[in-house]
């Protein structure tokens, strides 16, 4: 379901304490330790791929990407950039758990209250 | 948190001064979902603060079909006068050359015209036995239910906005 939204494009400039901090999001490298060393690089890919969503508590997160199945998307499509600072660029995500949201998928394991746990896989 | 300026393209820039001078790894619109503002944040946007090879997303395109959206239309399948007026056209040879039928609403029609831009080696070119005179500025466009892909080149080309109109 798609709802009206405001003209506004929104970044996190003073987010609160359980939101994403600033606009850099950095992923954690322990995803790699999921992976076999034995697997060829496409294989490893592929298994960040189809992992990317299980860490995440989805109930924590208030956005449409989630119930639109956007975030089943998103997932294997950035999995090749969850090993990189990047800096993203929201408009329109005025919905505080957007931003958290995506996040997630780069930090694996986003509390919303604390912020990022590490990963104990 | 930026909120409503009046000059949009100024509020992004900002933002952009402010937050990533070197360009955004990732940019999402999903704001309004009105093509005509979804296309000048697009072009501002992909042009100046978005990284060659980045990754712009376009959300909620689906819009463009429904008829209670603020530009957005139900979709026929073959408009009645249309069909008949291009059956007569080939009926007395008058014309060879009958565009196909789309669909071009709201955001259904911003993102049809992508495509453009992704032909931007044959549109400059005009003739089979022209010469590009350049190519897109998109790496790729990939189009799935709502959203679309669109990744930036590596080495964008200059000359874009006075060879090619995309809105």
Known sequence: MIKVRREDAIMSEDPPTDALEGVEVRKRIYTEQIVSEDRTPHDKERALSNDYLAPLDLNNYHTDKITNGYMNVYGPILAPLRSKPIKLLELGGSWWGVPPALAGLFLERYDRRSGPKACNH | ?167
Not at chain 2, 33 to 50: E, G, K, Q, V
Not at chain 2, 55 to 65: A, H, I, K, Q, R
Not at chain 2, 90 to 111: L, N, T
């Open chain 2, 1 to 167: 948190m930026y909120t409503k300026e009046h000059n949009r393209t100024r509020l992004f820039s900002r933002i952009a001064q402010e937050r990533a001078s070197d360009g955004f790894d990732i940019i999402i619109d999903d704001a309004s979902h009105i093509a005509d503002l979804t296309r000048i944040s697009f072009w501002h946007l992909f042009d100046n603060h978005l990284k060659p090879g980045g990754l712009y997303v376009v959300e909620d395109w689906g819009t463009g079909y429904w008829s209670d959206w603020p530009d957005g239309m139900t979709y026929r399948q073959h408009p009645f006068f249309r069909e008949r007026i291009l059956s007569l056209l080939k009926f007395i040879r008058a014309s060879r050359r009958i565009p196909s039928y789309s669909h071009s609403f709201g955001m259904v029609g911003f993102i049809k015209e992508l495509v453009d831009e992704m032909g931007a080696h044959d549109l400059t070119r005009g003739l089979l036995t022209g010469k590009p005179k350049r190519q897109s500025k998109f790496r790729q466009v990939l189009v799935v239910p709502s959203m679309v892909f669109i990744t930036k080149s590596d080495s964008p080309q200059s000359g874009f906005r006075d060879s090619v109109a995309c809105g």
